[in-house]
């Protein structure tokens, strides 16, 4: 019975044995479909639209296949993260992940944070590590990148803050060309300092020409 009332999510993609790419360790990369930005240069547009073609997964089926891994995990204090797309989407999902597969893997989280703020006070108790890729704190450079407000970003950000779980997030400043200055991303930087965050990816969007 417990099965028939899992969550149940489609995935885009599952990536085994990326080294200190996504988090400590070997990391399995789980990716959802379904995101809530519409990023101007997006990485993985396959989470957007139908999800149709996807293979849909049940905590149990995903478990089931990332457990393969369980002894690299173990041994280098990795485990898995999801991406996607949002992650942050399904919170009951990884919760019931986490419950599968118990305190010993690490479980991280690559996010935008711009998701409602039950999704994260839901996750922040299952979470190892929080990988937030912040796009620009201004909410004007925002919008006019993803379409949408950073309202909840901020809100999520002080929730966070606020959990006193600022050590555990690598929060992800990009340069993005045609969008930010350099003057702007520092002013994030300082912005999330003040807020108390300290870990930071600082890095330039690549622009494929077409």
């Not at 399995?28 to 957007?48: E, I, K």
């Not at 898995?80 to 399904?90: H, M, S």
């Not at 379409?147 to 993005?176: T, Y």
Request: charged share 25%; hydrophobic share 35%; proline share 5%.
């Amino acid at each position: 019975m417990r099965n028939m009332a899992q969550q149940r999510a489609r995935i885009i993609g599952i990536a085994r044995h990326r080294l200190s790419t996504d988090g400590d360790g070997v990391t399995t990369l789980v990716a959802f479909h379904g995101c809530p930005l519409r990023c101007r240069y997006c990485l993985n547009p396959q989470s957007l639209g139908d999800g149709g073609r996807f293979r849909e997964y049940s905590p149990d089926q995903l478990y089931a296949e990332t457990r393969i891994d369980e002894l690299y995990f173990i041994a280098t204090n990795g485990g898995v993260t999801f991406g996607g797309g949002e992650p942050c989407l399904r919170p009951q999902f990884i919760s019931e992940f986490r419950g599968l597969c118990g305190p010993e893997w690490q479980l991280n989280l690559e996010t935008s944070l711009n998701v409602p703020v039950a999704n994260i006070k839901a996750l922040l108790p299952v979470a190892n590590t929080l990988i937030i890729d912040i796009k620009d704190i201004n909410p004007d450079i925002y919008r006019d990148y993803t379409a949408q407000s950073n309202a909840l970003v901020i809100e999520n950000l002080r929730l966070i803050a606020e959990s006193g779980r600022q050590s555990d997030c690598i929060v992800r400043i990009p340069l993005i060309p045609g969008y930010n200055t350099d003057a702007d991303r520092e002013n994030s930087r300082k912005a999330l300092e003040a807020l108390g965050f300290i870990r930071f990816d600082l890095f330039t969007y690549q622009i494929r020409k077409h």
